[in-house]
């Protein structure tokens, strides 16, 4: 499908989006940058490693209908097989629509969560993506935080495929001293076809607030999804983002972050773990903008088969931001020789005071590693298991949620050529 | 029968050969000790017993409780009851210690048809060896040979050892990098381990580890083979003499 095809879709579909005339102006001037813009791919250098034009051949459809019982009664049983925790607030999207039914609120004041009209505005240098978001995203889900949250925010979201190209617009914003930590999980319903989620969420904290956001990506195998995260920090502010994404066709994970405020901290950690084609993009641009910031970027790669995983993790250090310190890494274990990683860290600075440091391997199983195991009597293909798995461990101990840890831990043990048991 | 049969063996490192014609025999309960100097082969010896890939075996034979080692891979020699003490232990970030020993412990458990021990039998089983080795238990929970003195090291390779309790150990240079006390550590490991079935083979290049853990036989080992080989004052002479001597004697023959 060409963007002349979207934008005839939002011709024709655009009517059964809920908003005001002015929504409606806005929708459209996004939907112009859009069409403008076209579908990202090698053209353009932060897409350098990864193409969407395949998108455009599939005709899906960017308005999702609302999901029957019959679609409900398989979400939920594939939200009970997750065996999350009790005591926590949930809430479940299926192909971007909020399922209040099988959602639960706990009684906490210091969290609210809503889903409503969006108020978009458009901002002349959006990207294709945001704007894609903009014109089709029926409603916009908003968490606010103004104290600390006594549970984690479970929110779990669901796709049927069926050619669906669900917009799902997220905002999330503490306030001052806020405290929460939200959790997203994304998978699908098995054997229904291709779909591509596209996400947009900003978030915005207010100084001293504290947010850890944690991500599980294990979609079906033909499922696209592309993520753009946009955060601005205030002073003292501090964001934990850890990531790990498992399925997927072609997935694309993107945090663009602001620290606005002097000591304002960003962590943000992941992995990849990818066989057969998957393509697997994270980008990470942390903007120093304010003295005394800081951010750590940890990443690493498990790349089999002919998959392929993309790292970019981007430092800028405005004129004015002293004492900045900013740390990257960046480390990627090829496990078959078809398999591919590009890995580019990028600095631009323009303050004196900085420490910065950045790091990347690109590199197979230590040879000495395996022998040492393989001469105390452990067969090479569960030395293989146990080095990969110590690769994987590195970036999963970092998950300070205990229950959230070791979920992830067993998903990606499973998923490990020469898995071990514990 | 002797538990190691090496005939004739001819072995290449990267296209180099570096043993050139070695022969051993090791009985049941034996403690042979090899010396000899630097780049004179022992290190291969001991790597090539081990089954490392990249250390090729061009001719000869080793048998091993009278079967064929060569063909064994590395694991499939360690269940048969070989040790490797390496003489540079790999670091391991990530995958603790006790991880290592047990699951070491319990492949070489499943290879003889026994049962996998549990958690709570390894660590009495570990217990003893631990005080023996004089080791702490925080030593075990932390990463295999990450961060360890060299010390430390030698004394986590002869822990492994003490308890997949081996048939024939092969101690590559465990005494090199020790200091005095932890010479003496070492030493009592590997004797509280000495028994009338089991065997040891010493690659050292000094004499004071002989006189902690006594040997049945010394072997000198020069340009590729056995050129020397006598009682445990053969290593006192080799420590008076040095080496020399013994090379011209070898090269005059």
Redesign the interface.
């Given at each position: 499908m060409s963007t002349a095809q979207i934008t005839e879709q939002f011709d024709d579909l655009g009517a059964e989006l809920p908003g005001s005339a002015e929504l409606d102006a806005v929708r459209r001037t996004a939907l112009a940058r859009f069409s403008e813009l076209g579908l990202p791919g090698r053209r353009v250098e932060t897409w350098r490693y990864t193409e969407l034009s395949s998108l455009a051949d599939k005709d899906f459809s960017y308005v999702a209908p609302v999901p029957d019982s019959a679609t409900l009664e398989r979400a939920s049983s594939l939200i009970a097989a997750l065996g999350l925790m009790d005591d926590r607030p949930l809430s479940v999207f299926i192909d971007g629509h909020w399922i209040q039914s099988l959602s639960k609120s706990q009684p906490d004041s210091a969290i609210t969560i809503e889903t409503a009209t969006p108020d978009f505005s458009v901002a002349a240098t959006e990207s294709a993506l945001a704007s894609l978001n903009t014109a089709f995203a029926a409603h916009s889900t908003a968490i606010r935080v103004s104290g600390t949250a006594s549970a984690p925010l479970e929110l779990v979201f669901i796709g049927t495929g069926r050619r669906l190209a669900p917009q799902f617009r997220l905002k999330i914003e503490l306030a001052a001293g806020a405290k929460a930590t939200v959790i997203q999980r994304f998978l699908d319903l098995s054997g229904s076809g291709e779909s591509w989620l596209n996400q947009v969420a900003d978030i915005e904290q207010g100084e001293n607030s504290e947010l850890t956001l944690y991500r599980l990506q294990s979609h079906q195998a033909e499922q696209y999804q592309t993520t753009l995260n946009r955060a601005a920090l205030a002073a003292g502010a501090k964001l934990s983002a850890g990531s790990v994404e498992l399925g997927g066709a072609l997935v694309r994970n993107e945090f663009d972050i602001r620290l606005q405020g002097q000591k304002a901290h960003a962590h943000v950690f992941g992995m990849c773990l990818t066989g057969g084609h998957q393509h697997s993009d994270m980008q990470i641009v942390i903007d120093h903008q304010a003295p005394y910031t800081t951010s750590r970027q940890d990443h690493r790669a498990i790349v089999a088969d002919s998959s392929h995983c993309v790292f970019n993790g981007k430092v800028i250090v405005q004129k004015d931001a002293q004492h900045i310190d900013a740390r990257q890494r960046s480390d990627n274990l090829l496990l078959s020789a078809k398999a591919e990683v590009d890995t580019k860290p990028e600095l631009e600075i323009y303050a004196d005071q900085v420490v910065c440091s950045h790091g990347a391997t690109v590199g197979e199983l230590?040879?000495?590693?395996l022998?040492?195991?393989?001469?105390?009597?452990?067969?090479?293909e569960?030395?293989r298991g146990?080095?990969t798995?110590?690769?994987a461990?590195?970036i999963l101990d970092r998950f300070e949620l205990e229950d959230f840890r070791e979920h992830v831990r067993t998903a990606v043990h499973t998923r490990l050529p020469g898995r071990i048991e514990? | 029968m002797n538990i190691l049969e090496i005939e004739k063996l001819h072995a290449t490192v990267g296209g180099k050969e570096i043993l050139k014609g070695l022969d051993l025999c090791v009985g049941p309960g034996e403690v042979h000790a090899i010396m000899g100097p630097n780049g004179s082969g022992k290190s291969t010896l001991a790597q090539v017993l081990?089954?490392?890939?990249d250390y090729e075996v061009t001719s000869g034979s080793i048998r091993f409780k009278g079967a064929d080692l060569v063909e064994l891979?590395?694991?499939e020699?360690?269940?048969a009851g070989l040790f490797?003490a390496?003489q540079y232990?790999?670091e391991?970030?990530?995958?603790n210690n006790t991880?290592?020993l047990k699951?070491?412990l319990n492949?070489?458990r499943k290879?003889r048809g026994e049962t996998e021990v549990d958690a709570f039998e390894f660590m009495r089983l570990i217990k003893d060896k631990m005080k023996v080795m004089q080791i702490s238990e925080e030593f075990l929970h932390r990463s295999v040979n990450e961060g360890f003195s060299g010390g430390e090291k030698k004394r986590n390779e002869v822990l492994?050892m003490l308890l997949?309790e081996p048939q024939l150990a092969v101690l590559d240079e465990t005494d090199s990098g020790l200091d005095v006390d932890a010479l003496k550590v070492v030493a009592a490991g590997v004797n509280s381990l000495r028994d009338p079935k089991r065997s040891m083979i010493l690659v050292t290049h000094y004499e004071r580890l002989l006189e902690l853990i006594e040997p049945d036989f010394v072997h000198v080992l020069a340009g590729g083979k056995i050129v020397k080989s006598g009682d445990r004052s053969l290593a006192r002479e080799l420590d008076a003499r040095g080496y020399d001597w013994i090379t011209q004697q070898a090269a005059a023959v």
């Open positions: 230590s040879e000495d590693q022998f040492y195991l393989r001469a105390r009597g452990i067969d090479a569960l030395a146990i080095l798995t110590a690769f461990n590195s514990s | 081990a089954g490392r890939d891979a590395p694991e020699r360690a269940c490797l390496f232990p790999i391991i970030p990530g995958v991880y290592l699951a070491a492949a070489q290879s492994q997949l």
